[in-house]
Every structure is written in structure tokens, then in C-alpha cells.
């Protein structure tokens, strides 16, 4: 991660947006352009971590102008932490290819992690595809901001670069934004703005049907629970 003399660099950015993707060329396209919509005043760059995409995932992130940094596809918290090692913003965001901001994500969230004194924050969210991902969207805004340690999505987190590197990113184990979740919070405050802020894809849902789902990340979460986070 990002060494901490870069806080509060006046030339830098406020915000590192980090979109790991392998493969992805058929949503990455719809993330980066909400990306390139944002309607702020916060300087922002955007870094996509290309898991040696055999697709047209790079030259997408390229055209987009982001940087794009390439990784083995080793894992999503692999990718993650070398995002965050590059940037150079005060602030890492985390989004998936095939999450889109809406145009008020920056203003909105950075007004709210600052308002209440934050370390680190997400937002409700819409899932978007069948009917029944609307369980899991609930799941997520009613269920995980509501937890005495919030479980912050991968796919829509922003955390201060400090209170990142305090707790070594993201721990390489099954369901590491869980794990991640919780390391943080048991010593930052972290919460969810009430207001939703991104869009993501209820694919896995709408291929594989919402029981399997749920029992995929449910066996995800024993594995975490194995390893001790």
C-alpha cells in the first residue's frame, strides 16, 4: 500500500478509485464511464488491476485513460492491495468492473466519511438484474450497514489510505471484504451513508439462482471463519 507521506499532497488526488478485472470487457466499459461522469469538485484517478485478462480488459481500461497496472489473477485482494500500493490518493476507493457510480458518489460519500469522522465508509447500493437479487440488495443496506462492525462491500468501499495500511489491506482469505470489514472496524469507525450511490450487477445471481448464491458465500464465510478473520 501507499506510503503515508503522500497524505495531503496538494498535487495529488483526493481519491484512488481501484477496479480490479479479469476478464471483464463486457461490463468494464459501463463502470469507467460512470467513473468519467462523476459531478465533482474532488480530483480523482482511476487505477484498473488487469488479473491477466486474455479479453480486451486493458486496452478498455486504457481508453478510459486509467492506469492500468497487471497482476496474475492470484486473487481479488491481491489485485486490491497493489491498486492501493500505487495510488496516490488520501482516499481509496474500491469498486468492481461491473459496479457504475452515480454522478454524486464522491461529493456525497467523502461529505459523509468527513460530517461524521469517518475511517472508512459505503453506502446503500441497487443491485440490478432478477427480482430476487433484491434479497441480497436488502441483505446488504439492512442487514450489513446495521452490524456492530459494518460489512463494507468490495465492490463499494472508501477507506482512508492510513487506516488501510494500519490493518495491511485487504488479508488474502476467502470473502476478504468481510474479513477486511471487520479488521477495520474493530479499530476505526466505519458506516454506511444512507443513500444509495452505486449500481452493481446481480450476475452471479441471475446465472446461478440466489439459493446457490447464498450457499457459495455462506461456504466462503466458514472459510474465513477457518482461517481465523
Given amino acids: 500500500m501507499a506510503s503515508d507521506d503522500r ?8 481519491v484512488s478509485f481501484v ?12 463502470a469507467l464511464a460512470s467513473l468519467a461522469a462523476l459531478d465533482t469538485d474532488y480530483a480523482y484517478e482511476v487505477i484498473v488491476v488487469n488479473g491477466d485478462s486474455s479479453d480486451g480488459t486493458p486496452a478498455i481500461a486504457r481508453e478510459y485513460g486509467a492506469t492500468v497496472l497487471r497482476e496474475d489473477g492470484s486473487s481479488i485482494a491481491a489485485a486490491r492491495n497493489l491498486g492501493a500500493d500505487r495510488a496516490a490518493g488520501e482516499w481509496l476507493a474500491f469498486i468492481d468492473a461491473d459496479t457504475r457510480v ?6 456525497e460519500l467523502l461529505g459523509f466519511v468527513e460530517a461524521e469522522g469517518l475511517a472508512a465508509a459505503s453506502s ?10 433484491k434479497a441480497m440488495e436488502l441483505t446488504i443496506n439492512h442487514a450489513f450497514s446495521r452490524l456492530e462492525r459494518p460489512i463494507m462491500p468490495g465492490f463499494n468501499c472508501l477507506v482512508h489510505r492510513r487506516a488501510f495500511a494500519e490493518i495491511g ?6 470473502n476478504e471484504d468481510t474479513a477486511f470489514s471487520r479488521s477495520l472496524a474493530g479499530r476505526f469507525p466505519t458506516a454506511y451513508c444512507p443513500t444509495v450511490l452505486v449500481e452493481s450487477s446481480g450476475r452471479r445471481i441471475a446465472d446461478a439462482g440466489l439459493t446457490r448464491t ?3 458465500y455462506l461456504r466462503l464465510d466458514v472459510e474465513r471463519l477457518r482461517a481465523d478473520y
Fill in 7 to 14: 497524505d495531503g499532497d496538494a498535487d495529488g488526488p483526493d
Fill in 19 to 30: 477496479v480490479p478485472a479479469r476478464n471483464e470487457a463486457e461490463y468494464l466499459r459501463g
Fill in 124 to 133: 446503500y447500493c441497487r443491485i440490478t438484474g432478477p427480482r430476487r437479487a
Fill in 102 to 107: 452515480r454522478a454524486n458518489y464522491l461529493t
Fill in 214 to 216: 447464498l450457499w457459495h
Fill in 169 to 174: 489491506g485487504f488479508p488474502d482469505v476467502a
